[in-house]
């Protein structure tokens, strides 16, 4: 399936958050949506599963797994355990309802966690939001070129910088 990001515009979380973009309940959606596909899965999204995956849907901006547990021991009280939240983290990217983002060691929530694809993300350099692009024909042509290489590919992240359209906006004022 290939899908731009205009032809995407009403999918919640698929695209930058000032570009007409109601987040609370895009952030509300994606948590009902990992709720249900767990629950079909078979598998447990545990309370400190589910708070790691609210605090990533708290914007769009990817967060490392240290700002994840600074934003967890703040609404505590308490200080949660680095291994609890990367063993958090290992799950709902096995889940498919959260990417990492390799260049920044970060991790930003998945819009269409219910199909299987690999994540293209376009990471705005100047506000830091990130917004999720599914393209798999170019995806599918550079495979073939690595492979026409000899090349084994295992593990393939897209990450494109560049402005956002809020920010380009403000650039060009």
Known sequence: MTK??????????????????DHTRCATSA?????????ERGVRLTEIRRRVLEVIWSGHRPLGAYDILA??????????QPPTVYRALEFLQEQGLVHRVETLNAFVGCPLPE????????????CGDAAELVEEQGLRAMQRAAEALGFKVEGFTVELSGLCPSCRRKEGA
């Open 4 to 21: 731009g990001l205009d032809e995407r515009e009403t999918l919640e979380g698929a695209h930058f958050s000032g570009f007409g973009h």
């Open 31 to 39: 948590l009902a949506r990992a709720e249900a596909l767990c629950q």
């Open 115 to 126: 199909e299987h694809h690999r994540g293209q993300l376009l990471l705005c350099r100047a």
């Open 71 to 80: 934003t967890l021991a703040q609404e505590s009280g308490g200080k949660p």
